[in-house]
Each structure stands twice: as C-alpha cells, then as structure tokens.
C-alpha cells in the first residue's frame, strides 16, 4: 500500500476483474470527486471457491479497511472490534462480547 501499482480509466462499459484475497487492497488513492451532476455507480460481484484447507480456515469478516502509509485515513475501529470477536472469541462467548463491544462503542 505504499505504491500505486495500476491506474484503470472509468470507461463506460469498462469491466476491471481482478482475485481478491485477504490482503488484496484496492480502491481510490484519493477522495473521488465528481461533477455536482455526475455521480459513481459501480457493481462489486464475486465469486467464492473452495480454500484448500476448507471453509474452516476461512475468517468470518466483512471488508477490511487498511489506512494507506501517510495518508491521515482514520481506521474503522468498529469493524476492528467485530473482526476480533470473530477470531479470538470462543463462538459461544461471542454474543456477550458483542454487548460489550456495544457498550463501548465499538459495535
């Protein structure tokens, strides 16, 4: 994340298909800015296949938002939060961790 490594122009019809891992990081290097009457559509379809280890090796998480190296982006302390619930947290104390989470705001 300390580099940009490829610049895709957003052409009208314009598909971008790449493999997503646990540590594929993607998106605007900047804050994107449109014209007051433009806006950004996109469509984010993927697809899952089998990891070699099964689905249990799998963490149970949503998108994972790095802050880019001197950037001033702030991380999303409430995703972090669930994300270690969901892998350090025996599943049967998970619930009750979550309310904790709530509690402090970070849930």
């Not at 900047?30 to 806006?39: G, H, S, Y």
């Not at 904790?100 to 970070?106: A, E, H, K």
Request: proline content about 10%.
């Amino acid at each position: 994340m300390k580099a940009r490594q490829k610049v895709i122009a957003p052409l009208l019809g314009r598909a971008v298909l790449f493999n997503t891992a646990l540590d594929s990081y993607h998106g605007h290097p900047e804050p994107l800015t449109c014209p007051p009457d433009r806006a950004r559509r996109s469509i984010a379809l993927y697809y899952y296949t089998a990891f070699p280890d099964g689905a249990a090796a799998v963490p149970e998480r949503t998108t994972v938002f790095k802050p880019r190296p001197g950037s001033g982006d702030k991380t999303d302390w409430q995703v972090r939060g669930r994300h270690f619930v969901n892998d350090w947290v025996p599943h049967r104390l998970q619930p009750w961790a979550r309310k904790v989470l709530g509690r402090i705001g970070l849930s």
